[in-house]
């Protein structure tokens, strides 16, 4: 009689996933996400006054932000063009819209230090005759500086 040695000498089949390759390419993806989600933020770009006022403590309810940039231009947070300059019109429709369905949302002014102060108070203007009771500026606080 002859014996097979060839079963003994088989190897047996793995069943792990070897999950190394996967774990480098989730830490490449990972840095290059960290890397790139700073530079698609999309907005426009003002430079807020500094001003040493109390901070509002925040709301609890959304508010609608128009800003204004250092052209002049208004663009309004609420609507599919947001990044789209908005005439007067079309400002004062979309903050009706908003008071109508949300009388209390707050309405902010954000506008650039830059910008002719008539602008400012034409949006904020536009914004009252909209329905709007109050209308906030937005300002960051100013640089500490050490002595």
């Given at each position: 009689m002859i014996k097979h040695k060839?079963?003994?000498?088989?190897?047996r089949l793995m069943a792990e996933i070897n999950v190394v390759p996967y774990i480098d390419v989730m830490l490449v993806l990972l840095v290059i996400f960290m890397v790139t989600a700073p530079l698609i933020t999309m907005g426009?770009?003002?430079n807020l006054p500094q001003e040493?006022?109390?901070?509002?403590?925040?709301?609890t309810i959304e508010s609608v932000v128009i800003t204004v940039d250092e052209?002049?231009?208004?663009?309004?947070?609420?609507?599919?063009?947001?990044?789209q300059p908005a005439s007067d019109q079309i400002l004062y429709d979309r903050v009706r819209v908003v008071l109508d369905y949300k009388p209390e949302t707050p309405i902010l002014v954000r506008a650039d230090h830059r910008v002719d102060?008539?602008?400012?108070?034409?949006?904020?203007a536009i914004a009252q005759k909209a329905g709007?009771?109050?209308?906030?500026?937005?300002?960051?606080?100013?640089?500490?500086?050490?002595?």
């Open positions: 060839r079963s003994r000498n088989r190897r426009v770009k003002v040493k006022t109390g901070g509002l403590a925040s709301p052209f002049g231009d208004y663009y309004i947070d609420v609507g599919k063009d947001k990044h102060y008539g602008r400012v108070v034409r949006v904020m709007a009771p109050e209308v906030g500026l937005i300002t960051v606080p100013p640089e500490r500086r050490e002595p």
